[in-house]
């Protein structure tokens, strides 16, 4: 039986790859807002490690620079069906140039998404402590004492 | 020929490649037959089997300190599939929590 302690490059490459599509397959179908934070994150992190991988073992540049894209995304759901999308497409392209341009646009989507959904999970944390606030004045009360 | 990725996460989706300083070893069964075992990787918790005929198997993840010590996945694999499996745990009970399955085509 083959036994290895540690992957080989062309093991790491192939397994981040896989990585990276299956955390994207995640993000889609998460719908707790902490878990949607780490979750596109780990992809930020994750997609920016495989960028540079792809492109020492290509050997190539992107061709287009994502602060050169015309892509425009205004809505934190835009940016999420985006990612997404780019992430279907990196899955599924086999030439290596046109990968380390997807996947550098897909490093920098990610991580201006991981930013956005971390706000979103703040403001998602406050509307909840503001009900919960709401809720506790709106206790009625007796003399002072509230009545349960 | 097939592929299999294994990958280890917590129940906050966080990798969890080792369990107290010790990582978790994954061992693959081609029809009943111990096959090929490696540790996962430091970084990202995953192990990666490619080049593999088709055949059953069976995708086992093991650690003395995990609940259950080993954990088990079987499949059949046809060429051209890629099996992606998430074992997940509670970090804190170092217990299986479920294994999600994914299965796509090369």
């Known amino acids: ?148 | 020929m097939a592929e299999i990725y294994g990958v280890i996460r917590n129940q906050d989706r966080r990798v969890m490649p080792s369990v107290n300083g010790e990582r978790v070893l994954v061992l693959l069964i081609q029809n009943e037959q111990p096959y090929r075992q490696t540790l996962v990787n430091l970084e990202f918790a995953f192990a990666i089997f490619q080049n593999l005929p088709d055949g059953n198997y069976s995708i086992i993840v093991r650690h003395p300190d995990l609940n259950p010590t080993e954990a088990v996945y079987g499949q059949r694999l046809s060429e051209n599939t890629i099996l992606g499996l998430r074992f997940v745990y509670n970090e804190p009970q170092q217990s299986l929590v479920t294994i999600v399955v994914e299965v796509n085509e090369l």
């Open chain 1, 1 to 148: 039986m083959k036994t290895t302690d540690e992957i080989s490059q062309s093991e790491l490459l192939a397994g981040l790859r896989y990585t990276v599509y299956s955390e994207g397959q995640t993000l889609k179908r998460e719908v707790e807002a902490i878990h949607r934070v780490t979750v596109s994150h780990q992809l930020a992190q994750w997609s920016a490690k495989l960028a540079e991988i792809e492109k020492e073992s290509s050997r190539t540049q992107p061709t287009i620079k994502p602060e050169e894209s015309q892509v425009q995304v205004d809505s934190i759901d835009e940016l999420r069906n985006l990612v997404y999308a780019e992430n279907e497409k990196l899955w599924k392209e086999k030439d290596l140039t046109l990968r380390v341009t997807i996947v550098d646009g897909l490093a920098k989507w990610s991580a201006r998404l991981a930013d956005m959904e971390a706000k979103e999970a703040k403001k998602a944390a406050g509307r909840v402590e503001k009900e919960r606030s709401n809720s506790i004045k709106e206790t009625p009360e007796k003399d002072g004492i509230p009545l349960f």
